[in-house]
């Protein structure tokens, strides 16, 4: 055993010997990085996960529960601020069950079970009052919980005294919330309602007007612009919305008509517009002749009166009409007497015209004005002049078309070409902002630990192999050595001159070196043998 030992210690030493710095240095390279491998292998895959237990916990209910958990042998920590407690994460569910076995965590609350519990005859009635309203607060907070967006909350409910007489019952109650809300959430006028009703069906004679609902950061949710909607024109929030809307869809519609035209990283546009809000509601009772072109209207009625005489002695009908006489009612003057004639027509006709009523609600907004402003990148970017002035009229025209069709005409007017030319911008300039997006395309951000494993696994796949290389050359050295070595006892051969050993001979080489070393004990001996004899 010592004998093999001391040759793997000869073979490993002559090994190392033989080897260059550089074989060195990998070797103890690779002996590092396997053992750097294997302790980030195993602290990977035998980590333990923590995950919370229980959070927004007061100190003396993370004290008591962190005692039951010593207690219990249960690995936990404590997260900074000292109001979570972390365990391991297969964990997590068992001791949720177990604490909640043992009462914990002790929240204090009021709710509705505990009528179920702690009812009793001795109770008085302003007791059951206060007990009474925290359960409902208490009920209306995890009631509120229930909406996205909201953390916790906190409802401080006032309720009217009740008076001895019906009269006496003047009061209204009031409800103050503070909602803990998650960050950057952006309530919808539908969940704000439901918050206001929420509270006010739940209390009586709780009206919507004496609710206040704020948040954290002290932002009030109004009610009234819930109701009214943010997008009505009525308020200047929804007045603005609806510019920017409007303005969005002319910028989105140019945009990609151009984008297809020129290319979508060629072009850049801008719009912006002139709303009036002005709403108009009004009756016209306007009255029009049925034939306009002879301004006369339809008859319905008419009534015609002829009257004709002939005779002697036509005194009153002798003469000629009065000056200022009128047509249907006409008087003669006398101018004598013989024979005379005369006729009288009457004609009355009733004429009726086109009474027409309209009652108009003016739309909420027009347009009164608009301007797009549009760059364009040349095909050149470093020559203006590669875009040509039929591709640029091109634009201007579909630019045109554009403000002509979405201005309203009853604000803005007949418009001219030039009026609409002055709403067009169109300008031919290179893009110097696009220099710089492709470099952030080709490289892409790769985390530094990703360069470390793959730097580690590299280096090891490297050492590894540089083993194996050293190990095959090893063994094939040593074959080639033990191939010598048998080759070498086949050739050997004894030779025929040396005299075999045996006990005769043994025997005989130590008298002949008695006799020569000390002849007087070898002559002794000889006397000895004689005398026997």
Same mark, same amino acid.
């Given at each position: 055993m010592n004998e093999r030992l001391k040759k793997v210690k000869t073979d490993s030493a002559q090994f190392w010997k033989s080897r260059s710095k550089k074989q060195k240095g990998l070797?103890?390279?690779?002996?590092?990085?396997?053992?750097?491998?294997?302790?980030?292998?195993?602290?990977?895959?035998?980590?333990?996960?923590?995950?919370?237990?229980?959070?927004?916990?007061?100190i003396k209910e993370v004290g008591e529960i962190s005692e039951v958990l010593t207690a219990q042998g249960v690995t936990?920590?404590?997260?900074?601020?000292?109001?979570?407690?972390?365990?391991?994460?297969?964990?997590?569910?068992?001791?949720?069950?177990?604490?909640?076995?043992?009462?914990?965590?002790?929240?204090?609350?009021?709710?509705?079970?505990?009528?179920?519990?702690?009812?009793?005859?001795?109770?008085?009635?302003?007791?059951?009052?206060?007990?009474?309203?925290?359960?409902?607060?208490?009920?209306?907070?995890n009631l509120i919980k229930t909406i996205d967006g909201i953390k916790n909350a906190n409802v401080m409910i006032s309720l009217p005294k009740k008076g001895v007489f019906v009269n006496d019952s003047n009061q209204e109650a009031s409800a103050a919330i503070t909602l803990d809300t998650e960050p950057g959430y952006q309530f919808s006028s539908e969940q704000i309602a439901t918050l206001y009703n929420l509270v006010s069906k739940s209390i009586p004679d709780l009206s919507t007007d004496n609710i206040v609902i704020t948040n954290q950061y002290s932002e009030y949710f109004d009610l009234e612009s819930a109701t009214t909607g943010s997008g009505s024109v009525d308020t200047v929030q929804g007045q603005m919305e609806v510019k920017k809307t409007i303005e969005r869809d002319l910028q989105r519609q140019v945009q990609q008509m151009l984008g297809t035209l020129m290319g979508q990283d060629k072009v850049v546009v801008s719009v912006t517009t002139d709303i009036d809000f002005k709403q108009e509601n009004r009756k016209e009772n306007l009255v029009e002749p049925v034939d306009v072109e002879n301004m006369a209207g339809i008859e319905i009625s008419a009534q015609r009166i002829t009257e004709t005489y002939t005779g002697t002695d036509a005194a009153g009908a002798i003469g000629t009409p009065q000056a200022g006489a009128d047509e249907d009612n006409l008087t003669y003057r006398e101018t004598g007497n013989g024979?005379?004639?005369?006729?009288?027509?009457?004609?009355?006709?009733?004429?009726?015209?086109?009474?027409?009523?309209?009652?108009?609600?003016?739309?909420?907004?027009?347009?009164?004005?608009?301007?797009?402003?549009?760059?364009?990148?040349?095909?050149?970017?470093?020559?203006?002049?590669?875009?040509?002035?039929?591709?640029?009229?091109?634009?201007?025209?579909?630019?045109?078309?554009i403000v002509r069709t979405s201005i309203d005409k009853e604000a803005a007017g007949d418009l001219s070409e030039q009026d609409i030319e002055?709403?067009?911008?169109?300008?031919?300039?290179?893009?110097?902002?696009?220099?710089?997006?492709?470099?952030?395309?080709?490289?892409?951000?790769?985390?530094w630990w990703i360069w470390v494993v793959g730097g580690i696994l590299v280096i090891v796949i490297v050492?590894?192999?540089?083993?194996?290389?050293? &190990?095959?050359?090893?063994?094939?050295?040593?074959?080639? #050595? $033990?191939? +010598?070595?048998?080759?070498?006892? %086949?050739? !050997?051969?004894?030779?025929?001159?040396?005299?075999? &050993?045996?006990?005769?001979?043994?025997?005989?080489?130590? #008298? $002949?070196? +008695?006799?020569?070393?000390?002849? %007087?004990? !070898?002559?002794?001996?000889?006397?000895?043998w004689i005398t026997e004899d």
């Amino acid at each position: 055993m010592n004998e093999r030992l001391k040759k793997v210690k000869t073979d490993s030493a002559q090994f190392w010997k033989s080897r260059s710095k550089k074989q060195k240095g990998l070797l103890i390279g690779t002996v590092v990085g396997v053992i750097a491998l294997a302790s980030f292998l195993t602290y990977l895959f035998t980590r333990t996960t923590m995950v919370p237990l229980f959070t927004e916990l007061s100190i003396k209910e993370v004290g008591e529960i962190s005692e039951v958990l010593t207690a219990q042998g249960v690995t936990y920590e404590i997260a900074p601020g000292g109001t979570n407690i972390l365990v391991p994460e297969g964990e997590v569910d068992t001791l949720k069950v177990s604490l909640a076995a043992q009462g914990y965590p002790e929240s204090g609350e009021i709710n509705n079970s505990f009528f179920t519990t702690n009812a009793g005859f001795g109770m008085t009635d302003n007791e059951f009052e206060v007990i009474r309203l925290a359960a409902t607060q208490t009920e209306l907070e995890n009631l509120i919980k229930t909406i996205d967006g909201i953390k916790n909350a906190n409802v401080m409910i006032s309720l009217p005294k009740k008076g001895v007489f019906v009269n006496d019952s003047n009061q209204e109650a009031s409800a103050a919330i503070t909602l803990d809300t998650e960050p950057g959430y952006q309530f919808s006028s539908e969940q704000i309602a439901t918050l206001y009703n929420l509270v006010s069906k739940s209390i009586p004679d709780l009206s919507t007007d004496n609710i206040v609902i704020t948040n954290q950061y002290s932002e009030y949710f109004d009610l009234e612009s819930a109701t009214t909607g943010s997008g009505s024109v009525d308020t200047v929030q929804g007045q603005m919305e609806v510019k920017k809307t409007i303005e969005r869809d002319l910028q989105r519609q140019v945009q990609q008509m151009l984008g297809t035209l020129m290319g979508q990283d060629k072009v850049v546009v801008s719009v912006t517009t002139d709303i009036d809000f002005k709403q108009e509601n009004r009756k016209e009772n306007l009255v029009e002749p049925v034939d306009v072109e002879n301004m006369a209207g339809i008859e319905i009625s008419a009534q015609r009166i002829t009257e004709t005489y002939t005779g002697t002695d036509a005194a009153g009908a002798i003469g000629t009409p009065q000056a200022g006489a009128d047509e249907d009612n006409l008087t003669y003057r006398e101018t004598g007497n013989g024979d005379g004639e005369y006729e009288r027509v009457e004609e009355t006709i009733n004429n009726d015209v086109n009474r027409i009523t309209k009652e108009i609600q003016e739309s909420p907004y027009k347009i009164r004005d608009i301007g797009i402003q549009v760059v364009v990148e040349p095909p050149v970017p470093d020559d203006a002049t590669s875009l040509s002035d039929g591709v640029r009229s091109d634009i201007e025209q579909i630019l045109a078309t554009i403000v002509r069709t979405s201005i309203d005409k009853e604000a803005a007017g007949d418009l001219s070409e030039q009026d609409i030319e002055e709403k067009i911008i169109v300008s031919v300039q290179p893009f110097y902002g696009n220099d710089a997006a492709p470099i952030d395309k080709a490289t892409p951000v790769i985390p530094w630990w990703i360069w470390v494993v793959g730097g580690i696994l590299v280096i090891v796949i490297v050492l590894l192999v540089a083993t194996l290389i050293f &190990e095959k050359k090893r063994k094939e050295n040593e074959e080639e #050595l $033990e191939l +010598m070595e048998l080759q070498q006892r %086949e050739l !050997f051969v004894d030779d025929i001159n040396e005299e075999k &050993e045996t006990e005769s001979t043994v025997r005989r080489k130590q #008298l $002949e070196k +008695m006799a020569k070393e000390k002849p %007087e004990d !070898f002559a002794k001996l000889l006397r000895s043998w004689i005398t026997e004899d």
